[in-house]
């Protein structure tokens, strides 16, 4: 399992709540990152207010600015690999969390 911080509903930061979560594997294409650092700011305050430009499909997560190491590729990943180093700033639609249901 991992922790994750998430929201079910919009609203103010009484909606955050830390929960465990199942451990993400990578698809094709993908990369899972072993999160080191996180960049919260006034976009995702925004995201979890459902003011920003992309809506938020609950449960949704928060920190999308991320430092960290790969831990594992997924097939058809041919540039990166494990123990690299790497950050990212992907948009709001690209993050997968895992359902806990």
């Known amino acids: 399992m991992s922790r994750a911080v998430r929201f079910h509903q919009i609203g103010g930061p009484e909606v955050l ?3 465990d979560v199942p451990e993400a ?3 094709a294409g993908e990369v899972l990152i072993d999160a080191r650092a996180w960049g919260l700011n006034r976009a995702d305050s925004l995201f979890r207010q459902g003011l920003y ?3 938020p499909v609950v449960p949704a997560g928060l920190g999308f600015e991320v430092a960290g190491l790969i831990a594992a590729v997924g097939d058809g990943v041919g540039e990166f ?3 690299q180093a790497v950050s ?3 948009g709001f639609n690209l993050l997968r969390v895992p ?3």
Do not use: M, T, Y
Request: charged content about 20%.
């Open 25 to 27: 594997k990578p698809g």
């Open 81 to 83: 690999h494990v123990g």
């Open 17 to 19: 709540q830390i929960e």
């Open 99 to 101: 359902d806990a249901r």
């Open 88 to 90: 990212v700033l992907p």
């Open 53 to 55: 430009s992309v809506a």
